[in-house]
């Protein structure tokens, strides 16, 4: 139910959206490790300052009457007199732990130093509390010569890191700006070719919004896009088959109120003819007779040709054995030749072809009726089936008088036999041979340079 009611996509919306959205995230992902990083690099730097600095107060530590002392130059003492917010405090304890200079209240190391270490004088770099604010503080264990030789002092410069991640943030923001300004570019440079891009799509749109309603032609492309060609080719054969059908429609409409609307006429003066007594009663229901037939034969036969272009629409096909079907249609029509005495003949070999049961044997049905209704009384006629290199035949012959050349140009149009009940036969071959890929013609059959008859021929495409 909610793919009912959801809003179609955009595809405009939808190309912004992947585009965009995988860099955003990506810009963001990589913002805050940049932050990280840089805060890293920040923290490198000044602890080397810290490392630089507490191994300058060490350099200062002397032995003086058996007694430790510091003298801090006043380029040392300059750097505890800076900003709070990026002060560095220091704290020097004496060789045996005791407060010796410095900031007492800096949290003293509660390390110990590495005894038989090859570099006893080695930085510790560790993070503390210096009145409830965070610092970051390199000790160390300054060596000094004394009776003891492994006498050392403890010396600590700490720094607050407020210093530290402002220049972070510092360089964190400038740089999200800088990537949300390149942001904003590849959102108007996308959206620009992403619309350039669908324009095809839109003028396609226009195009076919401007057109009438019974405008089934092809669509002119020429600027389409490549990607966009096999649209608008499926878009062509879709208005090919529609106007297909709708001509078929059209055709079927015009034929029907044509043809059906004669033999109601006639069957109705016939009526009243019957009732002012013009005729004895048996004669007229005998004329009337005939005109129903007639009536029922064409509405047949246009059932027939809507039907094949119903299966013709349908597209399916399966494998279909001609000389069977053959044999069914002349069973069907064997009163019809037993009525005028034909001698009929079946020469059929067994071959298959690709189409649909019913319209092969519609096919086989109306050229073998064709036949019968022009075959004098007393004469031959058959069907003869062989298959060849290129094609399979399927050749439905007679001993009629045969066709003449102007017939044969327009002989498999609707209603244009040579008497008045042809009808809509040799139109439905017409049809079906069209739709199975087959060719089919009428030729005369001629015997000492006379016309002996006439084969319906039909030739098939070869099919494994």
């Avoid at 009776?147 to 010396?155: F, I, S």
């Amino acid at each position: 139910m909610m793919r009912l009611f959801s809003r179609p996509r955009s595809v405009r919306n939808y190309l912004l959206a992947w585009i965009i959205s995988p860099i955003a995230l990506f810009i963001v992902i990589d913002s805050f490790s940049l932050y990280r990083n840089t805060l890293d690099s920040v923290n490198t730097a000044y602890d080397r300052m810290l490392i630089a600095s507490v191994h300058s107060i060490g350099d200062l530590l002397r032995i003086e009457n058996d007694e430790l002392k510091v003298s801090l130059p006043y380029a040392a003492l300059e750097i505890y007199e800076t900003d709070y917010s990026s002060r560095m405090i220091y704290r020097i304890n004496g060789l045996n732990g005791e407060f010796l200079s410095g900031d007492e209240a800096l949290p003293k190391f509660s390390g110990k130093p590495e005894k038989y270490a090859i570099y006893p004088s080695l930085a510790h770099i560790y993070e503390d509390t210096y009145n409830g604010v965070p610092v970051r503080v390199a000790a160390l264990f300054q060596p000094v010569v004394t009776n003891d030789p492994r006498g050392a002092a403890l010396v600590q410069v700490a720094e607050t890191i407020e210093n530290r991640s402002a220049l972070a943030r510092k360089i964190f923001w400038e740089t999200l700006i800088r990537q949300a300004a390149l942001l904003v570019v590849i959102m108007s440079v996308t959206l620009y070719v992403v619309s350039r891009a669908l324009r095809p799509v839109d003028a396609l749109r226009k195009q076919l919004d401007e057109r009438p309603a019974d405008d089934l032609s092809p669509v002119s492309s020429p600027a389409t896009p490549r990607e966009l060609q096999p649209f608008v080719n499926a878009l062509n054969q879709l208005m090919a088959r529609l106007q297909r059908l709708l001509g078929h429609q059209q055709r079927f409409v015009a034929n029907a109120s044509h043809q059906l609307r004669t033999p109601l006429a006639v069957l109705k003066t016939q009526l009243q003819s019957g009732l002012r007594g013009d005729a004895p009663a048996h004669v007229i229901l005998e004329e009337m007779s005939g005109t129903v037939d007639r009536a029922t034969n064409l509405a047949n036969q246009l059932l027939s040709l809507a039907k094949v272009e119903q299966l013709r629409g349908r597209g399916i096909q399966e494998s279909c054995d001609l000389s069977m079907l053959a044999r069914e249609t002349a069973v069907d029509l064997s009163p019809l030749i037993a009525d005028k005495n034909l001698d009929f003949e079946l020469d059929a070999q067994k071959v298959h072809v690709l189409g649909h049961p019913w319209m092969v044997g519609e096919l086989i049905s109306n050229l073998l009726h064709n036949a019968i209704r022009y075959t004098p009384v007393d004469s031959r006629l058959g069907i003869r089936i062989a298959a060849t290199e290129k094609n399979v035949e399927l050749c439905v012959w007679d001993s009629g008088g045969g066709i003449s050349d102007d017939l044969a140009g327009r002989i498999f149009k609707a209603f244009s036999s040579n008497d008045s009940s042809g009808g809509l036969g040799l139109t439905i071959c017409g049809e079906i041979a069209d739709s199975m890929q087959a060719q089919i013609s009428l030729e005369n059959r001629m015997v000492d340079g006379e016309i002996a008859g006439l084969n319906a021929i039909v030739r098939f495409p070869l099919h494994a």
